[in-house]
């Protein structure tokens, strides 16, 4: 059996970083599938500890979880983790939506910019999505659901999402290559980075 412990890796890695460097100036916090997940949470604390820093959070392959991962982050010990702050005062495991917490982060602390990137027929999430009861060929209205929830909040989302079937980018050749509509990603990225971001990009066919 493997027991992953998540929260206190990331944590380690976390209090690691900033002793290593208190001065950064630019702090990218990314996470890919599960990771994505709570990458605006450890961005908020980040910046909680490096009030100089311009902290920016990508969350690779995560947007099209479902709403009803709640059910499961209850046995994750996920609300007892959260962060002491007064966005989370009367938080419940079934309100711990992808989405819940991007918009308490963004609340939290408006500095914070956001970039989500799916492909619209990930095969792992579309595994999840089916265990949800929903149907695998609809992740990208999960994605877009999500984005318009976070973005109701008043928080802006940057958002790409791929045709085909793959999952995650970041480790993959493909992020140095990838082109969509004809925008080449590592550009869009990188406006991103700059503060200078770039429209959605969506696939069109997304089949791929």
């Known amino acids: 059996m493997i027991e992953h412990k998540g929260f206190v890796n990331a ?3 976390l209090t690691t970083m900033i002793e290593r460097f208190p001065n950064v100036v630019d702090l990218v916090v990314a996470g890919l599938s599960a990771g994505a997940f709570t990458t605006p949470l450890y961005a908020g604390v980040a910046a909680d500890q490096l009030p100089n820093a311009k902290v920016a959070v990508i969350a ?8 009803a991962i709640s059910a499961v982050t209850a046995n994750w010990g996920t609300v ?3 962060p002491d702050w007064p966005e989370f005062a009367g938080t419940t495991a079934a309100m711990m939506t992808p989405a819940y917490s991007f918009a308490k982060v963004a609340e939290h602390n408006p500095s914070i910019t956001f970039l989500r990137y799916d492909y619209a027929y990930d095969r792992v999430l579309s595994g999840y999505a ?5 149907s695998a060929d609809g992740l990208v209205d999960v994605i877009r659901s999500g984005e318009a929830s976070i973005e109701a909040t008043g928080a802006a989302v940057a958002a790409w999402v ?5 999952h995650t980018i970041l480790g993959r050749p493909d992020f140095y290559t990838e082109e969509l509509n004809g925008v080449r990603f590592l550009d869009w990225l990188l406006a991103f980075l ?3 971001p770039l429209a959605d990009n969506y696939c069109v066919d997304c089949a791929g």
């Not at 690779?60 to 709403?67: C, K, L, N, T």
């Not at 791929?162 to 793959?166: E, F």
């Open 80 to 82: 007892e983790s959260l």
């Open 130 to 134: 089916v265990m949800a009861g929903l």
């Open 60 to 67: 690779d392959g995560g947007g099209a979880v479902p709403d």
């Open 11 to 13: 944590s380690a890695a």
């Open 162 to 166: 791929s045709p085909g079937d793959a």
């Open 194 to 196: 700059d503060g200078t």
